[in-house]
Structures are given as structure tokens and as C-alpha cells.
């Protein structure tokens, strides 16, 4: 049977008619080559437009369809639909766009015209080469992997849980809570009911949806959006438990403490008292602030941004528990004297000024320091810095480090487990740092959390919500996914089996077949970028709906 | 058509930055040279070399790539496979003895209309002081 296409452009009321002489280009189009009809509309996407195109398709009987409108970017899935209840294959079509980069750029009517046609002769040409392609449909699982056990994963899990989901959830340490449960207190604003994080864990822990696995790591895992296989392994090196299938990831696996600063600068780890701000959190937890010879110290140095400028951005919430702390060592009897030493104060919550100007008010001195020194000298601690061009000194019995918060170690392995990037300091990189923050780069893979950067507890619930959020409204129950249709395929016949694409491929969507000795995409997990079609020393691989006969058609028009 | 020489450019423009931003440069009324034949395409990555050198080969005054500004492509780092690949051409152009200055990568964002109209009508003045590409009349059927 030999094609008949149909061409159809559209008016957009004014918009294209004003600038493009749409008769002229129905003449020069009418005569080519499989051209069954050329024809003008008012407005194709119209109800009535829609009608019109649909009746045409099947009057005509037409085998392929091009609209010349508006952007792709505006209709193309309006008209596909058309072609779909018309009983043509939607990928059969062709949009033209000749209103925004047609109609709207050129100065000359004239000009706009010769480049419809152009345009239009472009579409006609390549559509015919189109292949009918079938959107395909898989099975997805609606059960999610949570990595890390902290506040941000059990939010995570007991949000999921909450609508029905299985939810695995793998911690390494042997506690739930990651350091949020290990806190003796909470900031100011934030209350001083320590239980209401211990009742989230143990309803994580008691929950039926939720399996919690502690004492485990991912070992391996691989698949793709809606099908991923997970096997653990238990550290201690006791039998693993099952493997078991996910539909999402959710990366919840929070920070540590830098610990890699300088003990003669810091005195850590050589002078008594020098302490971390988790040892500090610990000493608060028993109730007990004491200095090594058991009594309470009657000075107090809180140093801020330790690492900062090492590792190049701000931690964000040591300066608030910098202030929890001088507010808790205040309240002590008789209350030691308390001095913060800070480069700059980051207090960006709305409450935060009124906990700072308390603080003030009770006599917690802040001093702006440049090159902090912590040193020994006659059992007690001396803070030696700069204050502008003057060399300063303080001396205390006790001195907390606030150290840059980093990614839990080995978030590299797990990183590339996932096939995932961290960014350049470290965290989980987001897939859009501004407008999609809890998603990974990769479908089906979220991240909340600290394990993306330093943030709050409430920070880290808003984003363990929103992941489950999201991953709620992609993985429906009883509902399949749709995979990218336009994707690319490796002519096994022209595959030489030299891996090159592996590496092109970001998506880790490309596998070597070592039986067969050729290279084969996944076309699950395949988005149609086309990056790896360039790379093929052999010209193997072809992508969808861009083949190379499709452009090249392209192009000669492009050149008429 | 008028005497002034018009010469023929195509441009592969990834559909999520550049192909948006062209979009953008007619919403706002740009004006924009059409010398300039757009080619849609999913990336920049996807703009095999191939393409780069048969559009030159077959008489093209110049080609243009357009995507998405390092760090914002749609599909991770398709921008930056294009970049290096147009490294590639520019020292085969070379090699050649071809003009690698009628080929060029620009990024341009969903929100630069404007920067799409500048590099396109920019491009379109430089190829009109070279003139027409020596390859048109030799092999252009
Ligand atoms: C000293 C200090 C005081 C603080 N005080 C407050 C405060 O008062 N109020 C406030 O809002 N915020 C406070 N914060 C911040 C707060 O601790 C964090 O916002 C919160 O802990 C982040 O939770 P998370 O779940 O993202 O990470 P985490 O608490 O770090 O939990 C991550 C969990 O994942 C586990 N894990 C890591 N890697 C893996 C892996 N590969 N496989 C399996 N499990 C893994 C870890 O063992 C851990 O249990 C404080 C922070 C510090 C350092
Ligand atoms: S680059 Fe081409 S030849 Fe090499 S493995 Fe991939 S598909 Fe096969
Ligand atoms: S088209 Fe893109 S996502 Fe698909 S296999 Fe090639 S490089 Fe990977
Ligand atoms: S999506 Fe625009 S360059 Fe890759």
C-alpha cells in the first residue's frame, strides 16, 4: 500500500495566517509526493478541531499525518491522541512547528513562507520513514527500599506504611534514629518532649508494613523504576535475610561529624575536655555534664564552623545547637560562664533571632574568631584567635567543636550501587537542586534527608514526606508504568561487542551480552537521549523516532 | 529572492533548553535571521558528528548545535558528550583542511530567547563574510 499522507496547517486564529500566506504553501506542498491532502484549519486543537482531524484521518485514510501549528512542546501530545482514537498509530505523525519558530521570528511574510514550506516539506519528508511504535507497559512493584535507618527513613517508611506500602527499611547500626535519637535535647523552639522521636521509632518498629532490617547494608542491587532486586548483607557476617523486589529507592542515609581536623589546632583527642558536639549531645543525654575528673565545668567554649572552610560550604545547623547548648549550660547551678566563638551566625528560621538575643541576655558571649587555636596549658584550656588585626585569648575547662557535617561514610558504594552522582562535596546529588530536590538523577530513586546536605530535623521530615509523596503518586497500586517509548536499540548484527556505549550511557541503561558478545539496552530503563548512538564505532545503535535516515531527510530539506 | 546573500545554516537544538528557548525568541517577538533550519532533537548528545560533517559535506554554510547550559541537561551530562565531541570536529575540520569556524556548540537555556536570537543572527553575519561554503557547488546535487 502506498502511503498517503495527510498535512493539515493550522491558522491559530490570526497567528499564523498574519505572518505565513498559507495558500502559497498548500500549493507548493499539494504536488509532492505521497501527499494525499493539504489542507486549512481554524484551530486544529480546538474540540472541534480535534473532530475535524480525526474525521479526516479516517476519511482519507490516511497512513501518516502532519500538523504544521504551533511547538511540539505545545500540542504534539494533543494531536497524538487524536491519531490514537482515529485508529492510527500516533507515532506516525509529524509536528511541524511554523508558528514560534516560523511565523513569530522572521521579519518578511515572504520569508516565513519559504520556510514553512521548508519546514513542512522537512515533516513530510521524514514521516514516512516513522515506524509504527507501541508503547509498552510493565508491571510494577509497589513495595520501597528505604536505606537508612534516621528520622528522615522512618518518616519515610512510616508515611509509605501509612498508605499500605511494604516498606523495607535498612539501617546499619543496631538503633533506629540515627543521630536525632541520640540528641539530649532539642533546639528552643523545637520543645523538650524527647519521647515524641522515640514513639516515631518504635511505631516504625512495630508497624506491619514496615520490615526493619538492623545490622544490615544493601549488598547489591539492580533494575529500574517499578523492578528493582535487592539482596542485603548483615555486617557480623550472619546469614543474610531474603532478597526480596522494590518499585523505588528512597537514599535516606543522613551525615557523620568531620573528623579529620587537625588535633594541634583543635587540641582533640590531646587536651582533656576538648570534646565533638556529639560527645557533648551524649554527656546531655545521661544528664551528665561533666569534665574527665568528674566535675562540672565552670567555662565553656563552643566553637563554631569546624571544617567549614576545609570543606567549603556551612553546615547550616551547628550554630543553632551551638546556641541549645549555651542555653542548656545556663540553665545548670551554679551556670558556667559560656563563650561561642563563631565566624558567621547562620540563623535563618523565624524563631531563631529571639533564641540568640535570649542567649545574649544570659550572658553567653559571642566573639567573632579568625584563626581559632585550642591549647593546653597548666590543665586548663586556652582558645587563642584574631579578632580583626588583634591576637586574642580565652581561656576555659571545657571547649565543644562543631565539625562540618559530611556524607556517611561509604555513601560513594552506595552511590554507585545505584548508579547515582554524589555532587562535588560528597552528598547525594539531587536531580534538580531548586525544582525536584528529593529526586535522584535517576527514576525511581529518591534521596531525604541529610544525605543530600546538612539539615535540620524538620527539614529532614519535609523532605522524607515529600519522597513519599511522590513516590505514592508514581507507584500506584494495581497500576503499571509506562516506560519512554522513543528509545534506542543496538543492531546486534553491527555490534562489534567493544563496550564503548557502556560508558557513554549514564543511565547504566546499556549491558554486554558476554554469550552473544554484543552490548543490548534495557529499554526499560533507556530515556531516548540518543548520547550513546554518536559513541558506536560501528554505527550499531539507532534511536527511535530520530533514526539516522529520519535526520538525514531532515537535513537534505534543511539544505533545499 | 533579493541579491543579498543568504546563507543556509542547520541547527540541532535539544528539545528541552535550546528548541524551548527558540520557542521563547518567537513568543517575545524576537527576530531572528532565517538562515537558520531547526532540527529538533531529544539532546545535544544526540548530535552525532556524522550529522555535523554530512550537513557540511552536502553544502551547508555552517552547523549549529545548541544545548542545555553544563549542568542542566535534561538527561545528566548529554552536554557534555556534545562538547567533547565538538572538540572532535573542530580538529578534523582541521585535519581536513576545513573551516571549523562554520560549525560551533552554544548553550542556550529554555529561558534565553533572547541568546538564541543573538548566537543565531551572530553566526548568520560570520557566515556571511565567508561566503558560501566551497563544498556547495562540488557536491551539493
Ligand atoms: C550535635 C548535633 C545536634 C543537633 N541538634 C539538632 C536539634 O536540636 N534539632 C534539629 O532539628 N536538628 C539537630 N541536628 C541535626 C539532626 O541531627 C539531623 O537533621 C538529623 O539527624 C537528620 O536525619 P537523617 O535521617 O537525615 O540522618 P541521620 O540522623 O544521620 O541518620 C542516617 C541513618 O542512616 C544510617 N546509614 C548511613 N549509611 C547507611 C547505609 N549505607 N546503609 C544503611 N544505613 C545507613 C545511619 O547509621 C543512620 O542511622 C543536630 C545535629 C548535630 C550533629
Ligand atoms: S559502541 Fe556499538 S559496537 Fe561497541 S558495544 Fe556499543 S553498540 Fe556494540
Ligand atoms: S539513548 Fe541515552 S539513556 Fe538510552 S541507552 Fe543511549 S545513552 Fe542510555
Ligand atoms: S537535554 Fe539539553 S543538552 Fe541534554
Known amino acids: ?32 509526493k505521497d501527499v494525499a491532502v493539504a489542507k486549512r484549519y481554524r484551530l486544529l486543537c480546538s ?32 494531536f497524538m491522541k487524536v491519531c490514537l482514537e482515529a485508529g492510527l498509530n500516533p507515532f506516525l505523525f509529524q509536528m511541524v512547528n511554523i508558528r514560534e519558530q516560523c511565523a513569530w521570528i522572521f521579519s518578511e511574510k515572504s520569508e516565513a513562507t519559504r520556510m514553512a514550506v521548508k519546514y513542512i516539506r522537512a515533516g513530510i519528508s521524514r514521516v514516512t520513514l516513522h515506524e509504527p511504535l507501541l508503547q509498552k507497559e510493565i508491571k510494577a512493584t509497589p513495595d520501597v527500599l528505604v536505606v537508612g535507618g534516621g528520622i528522615a527513613g522512618v518518616e519515610t517508611a512510616l508515611s509509605l506504611a501509612g498508605q499500605k506500602r511494604r516498606v523495607y527499611l535498612v539501617e546499619r547500626s543496631d538503633a533506629l534514629g540515627g543521630t536525632a535519637a541520640r540528641l539530649g535535647r532539642l533546639l528552643p523552639h523545637q520543645g523538650t518532649d524527647m519521647r515524641l522521636i522515640q514513639e516515631k521509632i518504635e511505631h516504625a518498629e512495630n508497624n506491619e508494613n514496615i520490615s526493619v532490617f538492623k545490622g544490615c547494608e544493601v549488598e547489591d542491587i539492580r533494575g529500574f523504576l517499578g523492578n528493582f532486586e535487592v539482596s542485603l548483607k548483615r555486617s557480623g557476617g550472619e546469614p543474610p535475610p531474603e532478597m526480596f523486589r522494590v518499585g523505588a529507592v528512597v537514599v535516606a542515609t543522613g551525615f557523620a561529624l568531620w573528623d579529620a581536623f587537625d588535633p594541634d589546632v583543635t587540641g582533640y583527642g590531646k587536651i582533656d575536655d576538648v570534646v565533638t558536639s556529639l560527645e557533648f549531645e551524649a554527656m546531655s543525654a545521661s544528664g551528665k555534664i561533666l569534665k574527665k575528673n568528674g566535675s562540672p565545668p565552670r567555662s565553656v567554649a563552643l566553637i563554631h564552623c569546624v571544617g567549614r572552610k576545609e570543606k567549603g560550604y556551612c553546615s547550616k545547623v551547628c550554630c543553632l545547637y551551638s546556641l541549645k547548648f549555651a542555653h542548656q549550660l545556663k540553665d545548670s547551678q551554679p551556670a558556667p560562664d559560656v563563650f561561642e566563638f563563631y565566624s558567621d551566625l547562620c540563623l535563618p528560621e523565624k524563631t531563631d533571632q529571639d533564641v540568640f538575643e ?41 571547649a565543644v567543636l562543631a565539625p562540618a557535617m559530611v556524607p556517611a561514610p561509604d555513601s560513594d558504594r552506595l552511590a554507585r550501587m545505584l548508579n547515582i552522582p554524589l555532587d562535588e562535596t560528597g552528598f547525594f546529588k539531587e536531580a534538580h537542586s531548586m ?39 508514581v507507584l500506584m497500586l494495581g497500576k503499571t508504568l509506562e516506560p519512554e517509548v522513543k528509545v534506542s536499540t543496538i543492531k546486534e ?68 | ?57 552536502k553544502g551547508a554554510d555552517g552547523v549549529m548545535g545548541m544545548g542545555c547550559h553544563p549542568g542542566d541537561c535534561h538527561y545528566l551530562k548529554g552536554n557534555y558528550n556534545a562538547r567533547r565531541r565538538f572538540v572532535m570536529l573542530e580538529s578534523i575540520f582541521k585535519t581536513l583542511g576545513l573551516d571549523g569556524k562554520r560549525i560551533g556548540l552554544w548553550w542556550v537555556s529554555a529561558s534565553e530567547g533572547k541568546r538564541f536570537a543573538q548566537v543565531t543572527n551572530e553566526f548568520t553575519e560570520l557566515m556571511k ?10 557536491m551539493f546535487i
Open chain 1, 1 to 32: 500500500m502506498s502511503a498517503r499522507i495527510g498535512v493539515y496547517v493550522c491558522e491559530c486564529g490570526p497567528n499564523i495566517p498574519d505572518r505565513i500566506d498559507i495558500d502559497r504553501v498548500l500549493e507548493e506542498i499539494s504536488p509532492l
Open chain 2, 1 to 57: 529572492m533579493s541579491d543579498a546573500y543568504n546563507p543556509r545554516i542547520v541547527g540541532f537544538l535539544c528539545n528541552w533548553c535550546a528548541y524551548t528557548g527558540a520557542d521563547l525568541a518567537g513568543v517575545s517577538r524576537a527576530r531572528v535571521s532565517s538562515s537558520l533550519h531547526a532540527i529538533r532533537v531529544m539532546c545535544s548528545g544526540r548530535i552525532d558528528p556524522l550529522y555535523v560533517i554530512m550537513a557540511y559535506l
Open chain 1, 435 to 473: 525544582l525536584d530536590p528529593v529526586s535522584a538523577p535517576i527514576s525511581g530513586i529518591y534521596i531525604a534527608g541529610c544525605a543530600s546536605g546538612p539539615k535540620s530535623i524538620p527539614e529532614s521530615v519535609v523532605q522524607a514526606q515529600a519522597a513519599s509523596g511522590k513516590i505514592l503518586s
Open chain 1, 47 to 78: 474540540n472541534d478541531g480535534k473532530k475535524y482531524l480525526a474525521d479526516e484521518i479516517r476519511s482519507e485514510k490516511l497512513t501518516h499525518l502532519v500538523v504544521a501549528a504551533c511547538s511540539p512542546r505545545d500540542h504534539e501530545k494533543t
Open chain 1, 493 to 560: 548484527e553491527l555490534c562489534t561487542g567493544c563496550q564503548t556505549c557502556l560508558n557513554v550511557c549514564f543511565y547504566g541503561a546499556i549491558s554486554f551480552d558476554a554469550f552473544r558478545g554484543v552490548s543490548v539496552v534495557n529499554e526499560a530503563i533507556c530515556r531516548g537521549c540518543g548520547s550513546c548512538v554518536g559513541s558506536c564505532p560501528s554505527g550499531a545503535i539507532s534511536s527511535k523516532q530520530f533514526t539516522y535516515q529520519q535526520l538525514f531527510k531532515e537535513v537534505m530539506e534543511a539544505l533545499r
Open chain 1, 358 to 398: 535570649e542567649a545574649k541576655k544570659r550572658g553567653v558571649r559571642f566573639l567573632r574568631a579568625d584563626d581559632i587555636r585550642v591549647e593546653g596549658r597548666n590543665g586548663k584550656i586556652r582558645i587563642a584567635y584574631r579578632d580583626g588585626s588583634a591576637e586574642e585569648a580565652v581561656e576555659v575547662e571545657m
Open chain 2, 129 to 138: 563574510t565567508k561566503g558560501p561554503n566551497p563544498f556547495r557547488e562540488e
